[in-house]
Nanobody, 119 residues
Framework: QVQLVESGGGLVQAGGSLRLSCASS????????MGWFRQAPGKEREFVGF????????YYADSVKGRFTITRDNAKNTVYLQMNSLKPEDTAVYYC????????????WGQGTQVTVST
């Protein structure tokens, strides 16, 4: 497991953009994949997208496809979630998570960062 810290959340107008960061404090950060999830009050946790650490291929939930982009900076042990064309429905606490290998599920989670999209 590694320690993950999300940052970059805040208040933004609908149609605006925001970039979230998820930094690992681990010295040897080499996960199989990094995922982004979100959870709004009263709702279940929702998958946003993930990125394979080695190759950098990313995949997204239909709800954010075309608007969100996940990238990573291996040298900085950081994964990013670029959010464009934000909608009020995107309001949630966003979490990043690490999957250490292909044989396990996500086993390390950050504390989350609040994203609020106003009308």
């Amino acid at each position: 497991q590694v320690q993950l810290v999300e940052s970059g959340g805040g208040l933004v107008q609908a149609g605006g953009s925001l970039r979230l960061s998820c930094a690992s404090s681990g010295r040897a950060f080499s996960p199989y994949a990094m995922g982004w999830f979100r959870q709004a009050p009263g709702k279940e946790r929702e998958f946003v997208g993930f990125i394979f650490w080695s190759g950098g291929s990313a995949y997204y939930a239909d709800s954010v496809k075309g608007r969100f982009t996940i990238t990573r900076d291996n040298a900085k042990n950081t994964v990013y979630l670029q959010m464009n064309s934000l909608k009020p429905e995107d309001t949630a606490v966003y979490y990043c998570a690490a999957r250490s290998s292909a044989t396990v599920t996500y086993d390390s989670w950050g504390q989350g960062t609040q994203v609020t999209v106003s009308t």
